[in-house]
């Protein structure tokens, strides 16, 4: 039996760190896109996912996903509840060997982030304490039979889609950006539009933020795909490579479209566009070359951008484009891995795409994966969210839309719009302020006595 390999240990463990910190970088990119009176409730959302889905996959969360096989690939057993059992090795890409741990480190912070991406979609009308039973009740019943679904774990085995479809979905396409994108419409169907939308512009109120939250997204990503390998070796650098030049393919993709259609190009579309390159190649980034990686990246950012207006063509509010960029970038990249995939490339196995001499075999398995999970996504999320509504309520109060949920539901503003006095920030500051005046004076003790 080969021995613990450090190097592939390390590699994964750095991974998991990179993709735990893209959940804080959605929150940065969501919450600049949002409303100002809303945006600590979108970070709050994303941080709160980060706390429920980490003590459900110790409790009986990786044990579902990644454990014994039951039911023909449908869902894992119950070997691993309390992660009990897992403190021995599991067999890597190389036939070496990294903690189980390790492995299962590296996968929650996908379980995490996956949730958190519907938040996008539902942002300025959503209860946080229903949020968070959405959250634990979703990621139980659907994210954790899809990962076991698409994703390989010990020795190359895998649920139904990985080991009996074997459709190719490499780092999460489907089992992340498909699944949450489905739910996310499911959702915006259930709750309904915002108050004035979409009459009323919903514009972004600190673009900066998202330009910050998206390079947090594309530096963690690396994590994400390379990460996948679960070994330091050229499985992870092309799959490392292919995530950069799909990205910038995307971005430059999606500012083209906008230059043609609107006749400048914009920086939020620029975070856009990278985050649905990120999106595209997460599934293909270890079956298809680079060159075919800036062909994915190009196309996913064009068809995304465009996708995004359906929303206004179909009536469902997307508050923050979750649909057109993640269900529609996952399902674009997955997709084309029939076209695409290179039997040269060691993800692939040998697998030729269409465009590679192997017909539409392998395109057919794509589709049939990303309905399934599609689907299955779609009307469970539908089903918990109207069991939610009609229980304990999903949405708030349209008076507390319109005050805004930052305090409506935490008590907070991110902003402090109140004046600050002839002084203005110097005298905040204490920068060449007058002496307070008797009336000063007197208002500060009165105060001070009502405090006490």
Known sequence: MPPINYGDTAWVLASSALVLLMTPGLAL????????KSVLN???????TIAVVSVLWVVYGYSLSFTTDHFHGLIGGSDAYGLRGTFDALTGADGDKIPVLAFSSFQLMFAIITPALISGAIADRVKFSSWLIFVAVWTTIVYFPVAHWVFFFDNGNGGWIADHLKAFDFAGGTAV??????AALALTLVLGKRVGWPKEKFKPHNVPMVLLGAGLLWFGWFGFNAGSALAANGLASIAFVNTQVATGAALLGWIIVEWLRDGKPTTLGAASGAVAG?????PACATIEPLGAIALGLIAGAVCALAISLKYKFGFDDALDVVGVHLVGGATGALLIGLLAAPFIAGTGGVKGLLYGGGFAQLGKQAIAVVAVGVYSFVLAY????????????????????EGLDTAEHAESAYDFAPTGSGGAFALAGVGSAKPSADDAKTEQISEKVAG
């Open 177 to 182: 950006h498909v699944n949450a994108g489905a």
């Open 383 to 402: 089903l918990i969210g109207l069991v939610i509504q009609k229980t304990i309520g999903l949405r708030v109060t349209p008076e507390a839309e319109v």
């Open 29 to 36: 990119f969501y919450g600049g896109m949002g409303r100002s």
């Open 278 to 282: 990120l999106v595209a190649i997460t």
């Open 42 to 48: 979108m970070l709050m959302m994303n941080f709160a």
